[in-house]
């Protein structure tokens, strides 16, 4: 198992940004998809971003395309979510998560979550 610790939330207005970094300690970082992830009271747990073990790949929810950037830096054990043009409705505890190659988010390693409130 990896531990994660998420990092970078906060109270913004519409129209800014944040970044929101995931720090990853224990198995090799690299060998794990790393994944972001909000929840808001009231509803379900919604997919933000992912990207894969080399950072070649990356995924975003609709969403969030063009507004946010899923990035990882292997040598720092760490994930980064660039947040830009955020809008009152990406308010959500965000998420990361990191799973191995081939197996689902569900059965991944999950931080403890940080607060992104966005006001209009």
């Known amino acids: 198992q990896v531990q994660l610790v998420e990092s970078g939330g906060g109270l913004v207005q519409a129209g800014g940004s944040l970044r929101l970094s995931c720090a990853a300690s224990g198995r090799t970082f690299s060998s794990y998809n790393m994944g972001w992830f909000r929840h808001d009271p009231g509803k379900e747990r919604d997919f933000v971003a992912a990207?894969?073990?080399?950072?070649?790949?990356?995924y975003y929810a609709d969403s969030v395309k063009g507004r946010f950037t899923i990035s990882r830096d292997n040598a720092k054990n760490t994930v980064y979510l660039q947040m830009n043009s955020l809008k009152p409705e990406d308010t959500a505890v965000y998420y990361c998560s990191a799973v191995l190659h081939g197996s689902s988010w569900s059965n991944g390693s999950w931080g403890q979550g940080t607060q992104v409130t966005i006001s209009s």
């Open positions: 990207i894969s073990r080399s950072g070649s790949s990356t």
